[in-house]
Nanobody, 125 residues
Framework: EVQLQASGGGLAQPGGSLRLSCVIS????????IGWFRQPPGEEREGISA????????YYGDPVKGRFTISRDNAKNMVFLQMDNLKFEDTAVYYC??????????????????WGRGTLVTVSS
């Protein structure tokens, strides 16, 4: 059974940092793409970052380039999203998801087969 669980959300001030974690069971990170998506209040879900397969190549959407860093610990089957220099616009529910080597961009939620429950990030002064 494939399961993903995101955690680490909370309240941060503009310019602050948070680190999100995604614990994954039932699949090997070398064989899948793991993506981070977010859904701001009243808006569509969007893909913001991904890490792919054995080579660990990464993708970042324009809104988070230079501020967010995706990484993984293959031995623990975990993926992380380090979020620095947070902005009000980063407020959203964040989800981790797994798909079968989906390297095309933009990231489309339907390309990812497995989803965890989201974690809320709120950026407020």
């Amino acid at each position: 059974e494939v399961q993903l669980q995101a955690s680490g959300g909370g309240l941060a001030q503009p310019g602050g940092s948070l680190r999100l974690s995604c614990v994954i069971s039932g699949l090997n990170l070398d064989d899948y793409s793991i993506g981070w998506f977010r859904q701001p209040p009243g808006e569509e879900r969007e893909g913001i970052s991904a890490i792919h397969g054995r080579d660990g190549s990464t993708y970042y959407g324009d809104p988070v380039k230079g501020r967010f860093t995706i990484s993984r610990d293959n031995a623990k089957n975990m993926v992380f999203l380090q979020m620095d220099n947070l902005k009000f616009e980063d407020t959203a529910v964040y989800y981790c998801a797994a798909g079968e080597m989906v390297r095309a961009t933009p990231m489309i939620p339907l390309w990812y087969s497995y989803w965890g429950r989201g974690t809320l990030v709120t950026v407020s002064s």
